[in-house]
């Protein structure tokens, strides 16, 4: 398997990891609040996994842009 | 239900030992192998979820190791790196499911649904099991013959499985309640049960009833009409007097055993079907096969698990118990207080040969119940219905007679006072 390919596995695997948690806990939030409870607490947790997913994301086309010579700040 | 969630990410953890709680079993979460394995031996749990790469070890491996100390320990695992390598290795191990990262939660509530449905499935044929060496009930199926523990014993393992079954036996011996017997303890319990007799329809219909047909295919063919094979998909189709089936038939029946797919009269599409088969005769199939009554390709493929039913002669012994058994039924429905036997009664119904079997047996305990007209039901009723027994010998008392007559005295006693 070519170093890309490695690399892009990586990526989709670490991405996999947060969007698991964005989902399960905006799934609770959504009980609770259906329940008439506190969600913060969940939607908390899914706001900073999804920073982290944005993160990796970022991080991820950073590289990719980094790979084909153009810039992160090119429109 | 226990559920333990071994998972290195906090968050995902987290997260599934929420969700895992919101559907109703009790969870514990940890994120390494070493924390499983201390938590397999405090917790106890019934199903574990495993992420594959764990900081130190492999999921897999700890599901394993969980399976060593309890079998019927069941597994989910999670990866977010799918490889056909280890999905192999997962379903290797045991595992019931295997899923992909990112979670979605209603993929997980399915699959989390599917395993714990199976689970209370095998609860209830463990409870079902008790109940058969308590009292020689399986079902609708009662014996306490040795005959009869041994088509229990089948039954019991037959469930388990998905093969076809083929049921011989006499007319009247049960192969139908051995048919559902069969479905109600396997995992397809919850999904259709269909039933149909070859013999009761005429073979130029047959096909169109088995398999559906298209609007227009034939004359009268005014619309649609889905088959018995689709009806009973996902769950089981019994076919009875499968023999009666025309020759032409059992190849396209063959067929669709072999492809699970069947094609509805004038369809130009085929349609995946997943039923479990189980076909019934009361004709010698090697006989029938040299008569050229049935396709020895098809019998081959129907006779995974042949089922050969005793004939109520072979087990004499069950009669009272059968006898009490539709008793109580027919008591249940009509209400009409006959409690109970008097033993002279019940000693005819033993010197009976019953060729009708059971079948013949509760035609008559119905007979004789509604003409007991309230009370007992007693020698001089049974005469005029088995005129035959009525001069044979009695045979020595078995014990169950002696258990079933039990109630009678009670009731005979409670009338003198």
Redesign the interface.
Same mark, same amino acid.
């Given at each position: 398997m070519s170093d890309s390919l490695v690399a892009l596995?990586r990526f989709?695997?670490?991405?996999?990891? *947060?969007?698991?948690?964005?989902?399960?806990?905006l &799934?609770?939030a959504s009980?609770l609040a259906a329940r008439g409870e506190d969600p913060s607490e %969940?939607i908390g947790?899914a706001r900073? &996994?999804l920073e982290r997913a944005f993160q990796l994301f970022e991080r991820g086309r950073e590289a990719l842009l980094s790979t084909t010579g153009e810039s992160s700040g090119s429109a | 239900m226990r559920v333990l969630i071994v998972e290195d990410?906090v %968050?995902?953890r =987290? +997260?599934?030992e929420? %969700?895992i709680r &919101?559907l109703g079993s009790q969870a514990r979460s940890v994120g390494t192998a070493g924390e499983a394995a201390r938590a397999i031996e405090d917790f106890k749990p019934e199903i574990l979820i495993v992420d594959v790469h764990l900081p130190d070890g492999d999921g897999i491996e700890v599901f394993r190791h969980a399976r060593e100390s309890d079998p019927t320990r069941d597994g989910v695992v999670i990866t +977010?790196?799918a490889s056909v390598d280890s999905a192999v290795e997962a379903l290797r191990a045991g595992v019931s499911d295997y899923l992909? =990262? *990112?979670?979605?939660?209603a993929q997980?509530e399915v699959v989390f649904q599917r395993l714990t449905e199976r689970r209370s499935l095998e609860s209830e044929v463990d409870s079902l099991r008790d109940e058969l060496l308590e009292t020689g009930k399986l079902g609708d199926l009662l014996g306490l013959s040795e005959p009869m523990k041994k088509i229990f014993d089948v039954i019991r393992r037959v469930a388990r499985s998905n093969a076809p079954v083929l049921i011989t036996g006499a007319s009247g011996t049960g192969k139908e309640v051995v048919a559902k017997t069969i479905h109600r303890l396997s995992r397809r319990a919850s999904t259709p049960f269909v039933a149909f007799n070859c013999g009761a329809i005429s073979p130029t219909l047959i096909e169109s009833e088995l398999f559906g047909h298209e609007r227009g295919s034939f004359t009268g063919a005014d619309k649609r009409r889905v088959g018995y094979f689709e009806e009973a998909n996902g769950g089981t189709l019994f076919l009875d007097e499968i023999t009666e089936m025309g020759s032409e038939l059992q190849v396209k029946l063959l067929r669709v055993l072999e492809a699970k797919m069947v094609r509805r009269v004038g369809a130009s599409q085929d349609l995946r079907v997943d039923v479990r088969l189980i076909s019934a005769t009361n004709r010698d199939p090697q006989q029938a096969i040299r008569e050229g009554k049935l396709r020895e390709d098809l019998y081959y493929r129907l006779n995974v698990f042949p089922i050969l039913l005793p004939t109520l002669a072979e087990r004499p012994e069950d009669i009272p118990l059968l006898a009490e058994h539709f008793r109580r039924q027919i008591e249940e429905q009509e209400k009409a207080g006959v409690t109970g036997w008097d033993p002279a009664a019940l000693q005819m119904l033993d010197r009976h040969d019953w060729p009708g079997n059971v079948r013949e047996l509760r035609n008559v305990v119905h007979r004789a119940y509604v003409m007991a007209d309230g009370g007992i039901i007693r020698k001089d009723v049974l005469e005029s219905l088995l005129p035959g027994a009525a001069v044979k010998a009695a045979p020595a008392a078995r014990a169950p007679l002696a258990r079933v007559a039990k109630p009678e005295k009670k009731a005979a006693a409670s009338r003198k006072r």
């Amino acid at each position: 398997m070519s170093d890309s390919l490695v690399a892009l596995r990586r990526f989709f695997h670490d991405l996999a990891t *947060p969007l698991s948690g964005v989902g399960l806990h905006l &799934e609770r939030a959504s009980r609770l609040a259906a329940r008439g409870e506190d969600p913060s607490e %969940a939607i908390g947790v899914a706001r900073r &996994e999804l920073e982290r997913a944005f993160q990796l994301f970022e991080r991820g086309r950073e590289a990719l842009l980094s790979t084909t010579g153009e810039s992160s700040g090119s429109a | 239900m226990r559920v333990l969630i071994v998972e290195d990410d906090v %968050a995902t953890r =987290k +997260g599934l030992e929420l %969700a895992i709680r &919101e559907l109703g079993s009790q969870a514990r979460s940890v994120g390494t192998a070493g924390e499983a394995a201390r938590a397999i031996e405090d917790f106890k749990p019934e199903i574990l979820i495993v992420d594959v790469h764990l900081p130190d070890g492999d999921g897999i491996e700890v599901f394993r190791h969980a399976r060593e100390s309890d079998p019927t320990r069941d597994g989910v695992v999670i990866t +977010g790196q799918a490889s056909v390598d280890s999905a192999v290795e997962a379903l290797r191990a045991g595992v019931s499911d295997y899923l992909l =990262k *990112p979670l979605r939660p209603a993929q997980l509530e399915v699959v989390f649904q599917r395993l714990t449905e199976r689970r209370s499935l095998e609860s209830e044929v463990d409870s079902l099991r008790d109940e058969l060496l308590e009292t020689g009930k399986l079902g609708d199926l009662l014996g306490l013959s040795e005959p009869m523990k041994k088509i229990f014993d089948v039954i019991r393992r037959v469930a388990r499985s998905n093969a076809p079954v083929l049921i011989t036996g006499a007319s009247g011996t049960g192969k139908e309640v051995v048919a559902k017997t069969i479905h109600r303890l396997s995992r397809r319990a919850s999904t259709p049960f269909v039933a149909f007799n070859c013999g009761a329809i005429s073979p130029t219909l047959i096909e169109s009833e088995l398999f559906g047909h298209e609007r227009g295919s034939f004359t009268g063919a005014d619309k649609r009409r889905v088959g018995y094979f689709e009806e009973a998909n996902g769950g089981t189709l019994f076919l009875d007097e499968i023999t009666e089936m025309g020759s032409e038939l059992q190849v396209k029946l063959l067929r669709v055993l072999e492809a699970k797919m069947v094609r509805r009269v004038g369809a130009s599409q085929d349609l995946r079907v997943d039923v479990r088969l189980i076909s019934a005769t009361n004709r010698d199939p090697q006989q029938a096969i040299r008569e050229g009554k049935l396709r020895e390709d098809l019998y081959y493929r129907l006779n995974v698990f042949p089922i050969l039913l005793p004939t109520l002669a072979e087990r004499p012994e069950d009669i009272p118990l059968l006898a009490e058994h539709f008793r109580r039924q027919i008591e249940e429905q009509e209400k009409a207080g006959v409690t109970g036997w008097d033993p002279a009664a019940l000693q005819m119904l033993d010197r009976h040969d019953w060729p009708g079997n059971v079948r013949e047996l509760r035609n008559v305990v119905h007979r004789a119940y509604v003409m007991a007209d309230g009370g007992i039901i007693r020698k001089d009723v049974l005469e005029s219905l088995l005129p035959g027994a009525a001069v044979k010998a009695a045979p020595a008392a078995r014990a169950p007679l002696a258990r079933v007559a039990k109630p009678e005295k009670k009731a005979a006693a409670s009338r003198k006072r």
